[in-house]
């Protein structure tokens, strides 16, 4: 982990409200696939943020984010050649085990920038089937790197794109067909790990989630981002997270 002084080579609007920045760093930095940065706004905004690193290519570092509140919002107004610090890489990252070939990836909203990474970091070594879905078609986006995954689904809420169901309904579907992973990797909103933990605990299937909880420092000094495990303890979703066994985290 190191607090990289990077250069922005490119702010743009991906979709609906979202946005992708690619940072230059002094140097090439080793992520894993799942890990994340937290990205110093500056001015009166004291606390960084933290935005899942979704590619990296050498020494440049694509983060997509939506924008939300003030921070993102400041992000959003960067231009090219501005200088941001971004502490990185921090977190522990998606980690797929030698005897699991088969991968479902399982992403909502922003959800699905992290997975991106799984796939690049993946392709070719497993077979992945990705199930990916937005609100509606003006949030759509990553189609082309969820394309090279050997499935992809990708659906909406309202059916403006794709089926009109969420991505936990897409995978559960393709799951009675017969299409079964080894192993679910997932990232979005609560709720959908929520409906997601159900089907592969019914399925007897290996479940990992990343967690999105609201973060200080993001170094696992503070205990701001605190979840609460099943046998009753306590971790810290930056450091000791955001990627958690399914079964050992209360969502
Ligand atoms: C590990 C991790 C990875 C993430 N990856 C992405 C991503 O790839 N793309 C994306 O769009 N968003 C991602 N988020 C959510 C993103 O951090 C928040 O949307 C962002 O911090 C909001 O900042 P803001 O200043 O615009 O909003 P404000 O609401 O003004 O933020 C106020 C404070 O709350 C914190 N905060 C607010 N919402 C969240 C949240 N949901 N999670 C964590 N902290 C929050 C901010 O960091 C800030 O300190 C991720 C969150 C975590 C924890
Ligand atoms: S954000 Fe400070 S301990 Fe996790």
Redesign the pocket.
Known sequence: MRDYEAVIVENKQIADN?FSVTFRLSETASVRCGQ?GNIA?GGT?L????????KVDGNQVT?????????????KTMEAGTRVNVLMP??NGFFVDEKETKVALVGG???I??LISVLREYLGRKEISAYIGFRNKGAVCGLEEFEKADKFVAVTDDGSYGEKMNSVQAFAEDLKKGNRPDVVLS?GPTLMLRALKKVVEEENIPCYV???????C?IGACLV?VCNLTNGEHAR??KD??VFNANEVVL
């Open positions: 979202i994340f706004v905004h606390l960084r943020r933290p935005i899942a690193i979704c983060f997509c984010y939506q924008v939300k509140g003030e921070g993102t919002q400041k992000l921090l977190g909203g922003v959800g920038f992290p990232c990343s967690l999105e909880e609201r973060m200080g993001g981002c979703v930056c997270g955001p």
